[in-house]
Every structure is written in C-alpha cells, then in structure tokens.
C-alpha cells in the first residue's frame, strides 16, 4: 500500500487532454497518490492513477459532490485541485464541503466572471480597461459610444479567446455583438457580454504562485495573437531572464490581492501600455497552451506539482534550476476547409522538443472567422527551447516552415491552402 498523500484532481476529459495537460498530470503523480473525477473514462490517464470516479458532468455541483463524497469515503485525501477553467467554482465549493485548503468559492467567481473582476480591480486602484456590462446590442452601441473605438466584444465568463472581437466602428458593431452573445450564452457564472476598452498594447501574462497569502511570480509569458478582430492565440514564449518580471509583477500581485486570492497558481493576463502593465484577466489555474510546460523548460519551476502542493496545504517548491528560454508555435490553416495531409519534413533537431498533430486526413477546420473557435480551428503546435527568447522564437519558425499542411479551402473559397504557426 502507497503511503504517498492522495491527491484530488477534477479535470476535463476531451481528445485533446493528453496532448495539452498531460504533464500536468505526469508531474502531479510522480509525487501524490492521484484519484480522479472526470466526465469520460480515463484512458491516457490510467497509469498516472490510483482510482477514478467517472460523472456526466463535473461541473453540476450535485455530481461533483457525490462523486468526491466517494472518494472521501476511500482515501484520506489531502488536497483537492483542478486546471479546467470551468471547474474552478465547483471544486472550490467541493473543497470547502471536504474541509480541505482551496481558495473561497466566491474569489473563484470573481475571477471567472470578468465584469466582477473589473470591479475589483476598480475598487483597488489596479490598472485595468473601462468595462461596460451590456445585455442589448442597443446597450452595446451606447457603452462603445461612451468608451470610443476601438472596442473590444466578449463573454463575461467564457475562456480561450472564444467570443472575443474587436469593433472599430458602429458599423461593425452588430456583427461582434452577435459573435460576443453566442458564445456568452453559454457561460455558467454569467452570460453577459462585456464591452471593454481596447488595449492597444503587446500582450503578456504573468505566471504566479501564491502560498498562504503570498504570491511570487515565476515567469512572464511574451505572446502573439492574431490581426484584428479576432484573438486568437497564436506563440508564446518564456524567458528565464526576462526584463519584463520587474516590470509586471507589481501589477500582477496587485490583481491577485484584489481578487482575494490566497493559495494556488494564477495565470494573470495584461498589456502593456506605454510601458506600463494594464489588466484584462485573471485566471485561478496554470495556464493552457503547455505554458506550464515552458516555464518547467525554461526555469526548472514545475507549476503542477506547486498546485498539488498547495492544494494540500504545503508550501511549494519555487527554486529555479535552470535559465533557458523556451517557445511554442500554435498551428493554424490560413483558410477554413478540409484537412488533407500534414507532416514535418526532415529530422527534428534537439531544440524541437515536440510536435504535436491535433487533426487526421479528412478533418474539417473551421476559423473564427467562419464560426470555429481555436478548438475548431487548431491543427497542433510545436516547442523549441533555445538559451535566448530570441532564439527559441527563430527556431520555432525554422520548424514551422518544415510543416507542410495542404488544406482544401471550403466551397467558394478560392484563397489557396497552407497554414500559419505565427
């Protein structure tokens, strides 16, 4: 029998989640006893755990409960955590009713709904966009009017890019209002629409850990997104030796505290101004993309095992071992259609790390454009570690050029195939 400590983790189970959370797990495991509550059976997963637990839906609250009540029932579980955005609620709510750590179930609230987290970066001098909530497009015109375009559209409690559009007219306002409201729709904690000012600035996000009150930055994450009016996501790159954490941390620190935040890992999201760091989110879990995964690359830094430490109420391990850089490439079809054929040309050196191929042959790709999200849209990424950003970013491109991707466009499109990693 393990005497390891047994560990709780609620997490989404989708055909992507090996691909994108795999190390999460992987590095939790080599230190815990992992029991785990999920929508599907586990497969991938099996070797990593000690038990599952298999709902329809982890997010109900009365699944989530009955189903950690069981596994309370078996173990002695020392901690409960999850990096699915929309656990965030439910597992805090399950944590209290287990008596185990976990921030309050309302901080989790605030930072998945973005209209609350506005007003708390407000409330405490944070610097953040003018936000307005709408529930009308007639709403929407006035509060663009009141703030000036650019604007940008977005659900209050969505994730990943998804409803996010910019407007830079009021003829274009219907339209992104319309994109905004689908997606919103579909929000557990709100299903407002946000408009917000637009921050025209270089996006960064800040990766934090905070401990009984304390919150140390580990990483700043350097990022490309698409042209407007879209978000979508595009590289990312971690530097060890990043000029930017002086620069940012105060900021990010501010936001945590203002959230009320106490324990856990934070993936702080923000532009710079002139300069200077202003606010567009807070997210209470380790960041998506295989962030995570860079920061561990770049710095030694291991961000889930820290969550699994802190969700058991010990103090994590924030002591870098190495100063590299490391980036990531997310590859996208220039146009939507049909997947034909992908594949990377050549040996891969050993500064690629991986490649990942998310779509077969025959696959549909759909971009925001036409009504995908990046879940319709991606065809995978590849991660390149270098000693510089520079040079992570340059041989991440080196790479991508070395994927050959041959879409057939939708019908009518006439735009040719390909696709894009920056």
Known sequence: MSHRPVVLVVAAADMEAEAYRGYCLQSVAAAYDVVLITGEEPSWEVPYLRDCVVVPDPADPVQLSAAGQALADRYDLAGVFTWTEWYLVPVARLARRLGLPTNAPEVMQACRNKAVSRSLFAQHGVPSAASVTVRTEAEAEAAAERIGYPVVLKPAAHAASIGVIRADTPG???????????????????????????????????????????????????????????????????????????????????????????????????????????????????????????????????????????????????????????????????????????????????????????????????????????????????????????????????????????????????????????
């Open 172 to 422: 274009q306002l219907t339209a992104a209002y319309a994109f905004a409201k689908k997606a919103a729709g579909l929000g557990q904690e709100s299903t407002s629409v946000l408009v917000e000012e637009y921050l025209d600035g270089p996006e960064v996000s800040v990766e934090c850990v905070t401990y009984r009150g304390k919150t140390t930055v580990v990483a700043v994450t350097r990022k490309t997104v698409s042209e407007p009016p879209y978000f979508e996501e595009l590289a990312h790159v971690v530097d060890a030796a990043d000029p930017l954490l002086d620069v940012v941390a105060p900021a990010a620190c501010a936001a945590i505290r203002a959230l009320g935040i106490t324990d856990g890992v934070s993936h702080v999201e923000m532009r710079l101004i002139d300069g200077q760091p202003r606010l567009v989110e807070v997210n209470g879990r380790i960041a998506g993309d295989m962030i995570g995964h860079l920061v561990h690359l770049a710095t030694g830094i291991d961000l889930p095992r820290a969550a699994a430490d802190i969700a058991c109420g010990r103090a994590p391990d924030l002591t870098p071992n190495r100063s590299m850089a490391a980036a990531i490439q997310l590859i996208y079809p220039d146009v939507s259609g049909t997947l034909r054929r992908v594949y990377f040309d050549g040996i891969c050196p050993r500064w690629l790390e991986r490649v990942h191929i998310q779509h077969q042959a025959g696959d549909p790709l759909l971009l925001p454009a036409d009504g995908g999200t990046m879940f319709t849209a991606r065809i995978g990424y590849l991660i390149t570690t270098a000693p510089t950003a520079d040079l992570a970013r340059a041989r991440a491109e080196q790479a991508a050029r070395r994927l050959h991707i041959d879409i057939a466009p939708l019908a009518g499109d006439a735009s040719g195939t390909g696709g894009r990693a920056a």
